[in-house]
């Protein structure tokens, strides 16, 4: 028996999403535009767009870690306004903390809630099984490639079995090989798991290939260019899948619109 | 036939490889021993050859002694070394002790509050031009010939390092460890002692152990200057007295005092903080 129990994925509303950065230096800048978004409890959106149109940003704000300069964000009908406990976090870098074992890490979240931390362990070992980690808990982030470091993250975001689990281009900083397989085994995990995640990536092709909605979003100011359904049959197998038209078909349409804005050159 | 004299050729050639692997070991062990101890065998060489080269040179004692007279002093002397010992001991801990309880509390404020960093940091750094041991004489001015001075001196100059690798500690943080704690509900406070402090523990530790030993340094001028005993006191003695067996014992006590003062933190640092690439 499984000790992690599936979760009821969140619900996400959000409305007319407005963000400026006020500087000191230099002007004020807007980098979210009015961005209405709704998610549906349980799916797979990922984020797509080139560098600076505001990805982060937006997944800043529903984790509640900047202000709404205008507009709201609801999660199961409660406004964003702070850090939220149905949220997880996964950010590019794993973000482990070096002076702490494995499992150390992953009880951050319990101990800072003031929870019990004992209650969790057992938990915190069956998260590590899950991601290939078994008995890895009493080792050091040092000792761990950074593939394995990153599933140690997602596992500290897993640990109180968060309604929406937000990611910043999680995997972004790992080879193509470690990658392909995170990409493959968060699919199984989510499967399992049933959260609501928002996937923030600038890989068109894991963007489709996880995704049930792909957003796509353009250069600042932040705007949402399209809403694209991925009608493709779960489990996807990573090789299978780059061989089908239909994926094709979706990526295509992704490329084009930054072909469109000027962010990818045709020749 | 030829099958088994193949097999067991292939034996004697494991046996052979073995008995390589074996020797490869001793030579890699013998290499990590001179390795680790090569500083030692250095220290040992140098101590030979000043000792044999003494008499050579038909050097008297007052002017060079060999290591063994010294040796031989501090062992007759140890009550003397020690009485005057503790004297400066009591005051290298006491201006450590007086830059910790005052550099951290200075370095939090300098970290948290924007106007104390434009107002106090430069400040600081200014008063770090002066040489220190310029204001020995002054003190000994104000405060008089006791322990005052000599604590002031040693303070004045561990605050420094205290503050600054502390400052620059805290601020060398990664931003996105904050948000990660944040997101999970952290306080400041929690931020702090769950992040702030153990990250940024390695760099205090290591304006820690450069301020001990620039203590031990303040200490000694301060009783340079005026003192009636310590360790820098008993060394004038010796000088006017053109002891200098004694004047070299006190050297080698003072040395002694800053070396174990710095390994006492090294090992409490071992204990408290990782750093960041070992293992453990
Ligand atoms: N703290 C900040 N202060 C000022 N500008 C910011 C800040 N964070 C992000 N920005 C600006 O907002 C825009 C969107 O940034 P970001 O959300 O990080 O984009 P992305 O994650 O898509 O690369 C960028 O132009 C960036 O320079
Ligand atoms: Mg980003």
Redesign the interface.
Known sequence: MSAVSPTIGAEVDIAQLTKIYHTRESEDVLALDAIDLKIERGSFVAVVGPSGCGKSTLLSLLAGLTPISDGQITIDSERVAKPHSKIGVVFQSDLLLYWRTVIENILLPIEIKGLDVKKYAAKAEELLKQVGLAGFGKKYPSELSGGMRQRVAICRALIQEPGLLLMDEPFGALDALTREQMIMDLQTMWVRLGNTVLFITHGIDEAVFLADRVIVMSPRPGRIDLDLKVDMPRPRQWSRVHEDPIFHGYVRQIREIFEAKGILVAH | MARVSGFSGSVAVQTERGKNTIKAKRKFRLQQLTERFSALFLAVALLAVWQIAVPLSGLSEFILPTPLAIATRIANELPLLASHGYITLFEVLAGFGMGVAIGIPLSLLIFYSRAFEKAVYPLLVALQTIPKVALAPILVLYLGYGWAPKITLAFLIALFPIVISTVVGLQSL?K??V????????NEM?TFF??RL??A?PNIFGGFKVAISLSVIGAVIGEYVAAERGLGYLQLQANSLFDTTLNFASVVAISALGVSLYFILDFIESKV??K?????
């Open positions: 990664d996105n460890l948000n990660l704690v944040r997101s999970m509900g952290a929690q769950k992040v153990p990250a523990l903080a990782y960041r690439d070992s293992a453990k």
